[in-house]
T-cell receptor, first 114, second 116 residues
Framework: AQSVAQPEDQVNVAEGNPLTVKCTYS??????LFWYVQYPNRGLQFLLK??????LVKGSYGFEAEFNKSQTSFHLKKPSALVSDSALYFCAVRANTNAGKSTFGDGTTLTVKP | GAGVSQSPSNKVTEKGKDVELRCDPI?????LYWYRQSLGQGLEFLIY????????KSGLPSDRFSAERTGGSVSTLTIQRTQQEDSAVYLC??????????????FGSGTRLTVV
């Protein structure tokens, strides 16, 4: 079984401040972890992934995420938020033994205010 | 094609009618997925096709839902006797090969289904 929790429905930050969008997961076996972003009136876009190796992974648009095995977390971060980062963010997980099928969280709406 | 194409982009149907949603994946992508995004909820897995293997239908919510993939390319999701709770955005995604999803899914823009 695999599952994802995004504990915050909404995150509000001021432009220029750091942002964190939280994600915790549960899988049997080793996890593959992903973040996707959905901008208003646009489709879902892949942002970054953790498969193996360094716990800190970097992705598009200056985003990064840190894999923490002991806390089963994969929080999305950005040092300095932009208004244009405002979007719906989804965390997803797949067990390395579960070919192809990822489980997504319920999403977190990020609002960056100028 | 250059991306995953879904049609129609919007569909309004009367309760009890059947609907067909179409997905045209990226050329060469052997894996195809259907997800459903309901208002205020996350993405719900529906079905997964990988090459010529039997599809993983474990996410289909009822026997009113079915999907097929012809020639390993285009897929059609059919919902029979639609109900209001079927209203959602239906998303299709594709990836290359058995582990292509590790590079991330490529999603289509979705079909917004409204059952009235």
């Amino acid at each position: 079984a695999q599952s994802v929790a995004q504990p915050e429905d909404q995150v509000n930050v001021a432009e220029g401040n750091p942002l964190t969008v939280k994600c915790t997961y549960s899988v049997s076996g080793n996890p593959y972890l992903f973040w996707y972003v959905q901008y208003p009136n646009r489709g879902l876009q892949f942002l970054l992934k953790y498969i193996t190796g360094d716990n800190l992974v970097k992705g598009s648009y200056g985003f990064e995420a840190e894999f923490n095995k002991s806390q089963t977390s994969f929080h999305l971060k950005k040092p300095s938020a932009l208004v244009s980062d405002s979007a719906l963010y989804f965390c997803a997980v797949r067990a390395n033994t579960n070919a192809g099928k990822s489980t997504f969280g319920d999403g977190t709406t990020l609002t960056v205010k100028p | 094609g250059a991306g995953v194409s879904q049609s129609p982009s919007n569909k309004v149907t009367e309760k009890g009618k059947d609907v067909e949603l179409r997905c045209d994946p990226i050329s060469g992508h052997t894996a195809l997925y259907w997800y459903r995004q309901s208002l205020g909820q996350g993405l719900e897995f529906l079905i997964y096709f990988q090459g010529n293997s039997a599809p993983d239908k474990s996410g289909l919510p009822s026997d009113r839902f079915s999907a097929e993939r012809t020639g390993g390319s285009v897929s059609t999701l059919t919902i029979q006797r639609t109900q209001q709770e079927d209203s959602a955005v239906y998303l299709c995604a594709s990836s290359q090969g058995r582990t292509g999803d590790l590079y991330g899914y490529t999603f289509g823009s979705g079909t917004r289904l409204t059952v009235v």
